[in-house]
């Protein structure tokens, strides 16, 4: 069955420093691979997603990521920290075939971002 | 359009009330869809509805749990006999895509039970 790992439950980077969110994915089938940011109380947004295009995917807000399928990663990445990014954020994955419309998500990571 | 919309925001119920929540999708989206997000978690998939059809319900959706989506519009997702164990975030979301991805969230149900 298809799931997420997420290393690190919480990641603390100062303003400016590289964002760096791990994620390891398990999947029989070519995965669509998702970053998903929520703020508190707050539901999901969507950063990016991969779709078997591009192995690297550009989202919204400066993130991007790297679909390495030989690592299973899909490591979130911003090369400068802002206060507004403090979050948490979730990576997630589609089971595909028959329950593709079916998002698995990881555990979670909060970013905590110092002045 | 505003998004999806979950009503209530919060609900601070006793052990054994019944809740029901309502979720409002985006107007085009035929795909509705409920989760759960207990703390510290990522959200966990509870049902997928298809215009008016529910087509999967999760193990996790005991038989004190029961969603509706009459005529393909709005949802609603009822809890009997609520325990404490249902205390969580209950999100709804909608999408007009088969594949996961088009998915909008609503800011969520936050449930309590004392």
């Known amino acids: 069955a298809q799931s997420v790992t997420q290393l690190g439950s919480h990641v603390s980077v100062s303003e400016g420093a590289l964002v760096l969110l791990r994620c390891n994915y398990s999947s029989s089938v070519p995965p669509y691979l998702f970053w998903y940011v929520q703020y508190p109380n707050q539901g999901l947004q969507l950063l990016l997603k991969?779709?078997?295009?591009?192995?690297l995917v550009k989202g919204i807000n400066g993130f991007e990521a790297e679909f390495k399928k030989s690592e299973t990663s899909f490591h979130l990445t911003k090369p400068s920290a802002h206060m507004s990014d403090a979050a948490e954020y979730f990576c997630a994955v589609t089971p595909g075939g028959d329950s593709s419309y079916k998002l698995i998500f990881g555990s979670g990571t909060r970013l905590l971002v110092r002045p | 359009d505003t998004g999806v919309s979950q009503d209530p925001r919060h609900k601070i119920t006793k052990r054994g009330q019944n809740v029901t929540f309502r979720c409002d999708p985006i107007s085009e989206h035929n795909r509705l869809y409920w989760y759960r997000q207990t703390l510290g978690q990522g959200p966990e998939f509870l049902t997928y509805?298809?215009?008016?059809?529910?087509?999967?319900k999760s193990r996790l959706l005991s038989d004190r749990f029961s969603a509706e989506r009459p005529k393909g519009s709005f949802s609603t997702l009822e809890i009997q006999r609520t325990e404490q164990g249902d205390s969580a975030m209950y999100l709804c979301?909608?999408?007009?895509?088969?594949?996961?991805?088009?998915?909008?969230f609503g800011s969520g149900t936050r449930l309590t039970v004392v």
């Open positions: 509805f298809q215009n008016e059809a529910q087509l999967e």
């Open positions: 979301a909608s999408s007009s895509d088969p594949n996961g991805y088009g998915y909008t």
């Open positions: 991969y779709t078997s295009a591009a192995t």
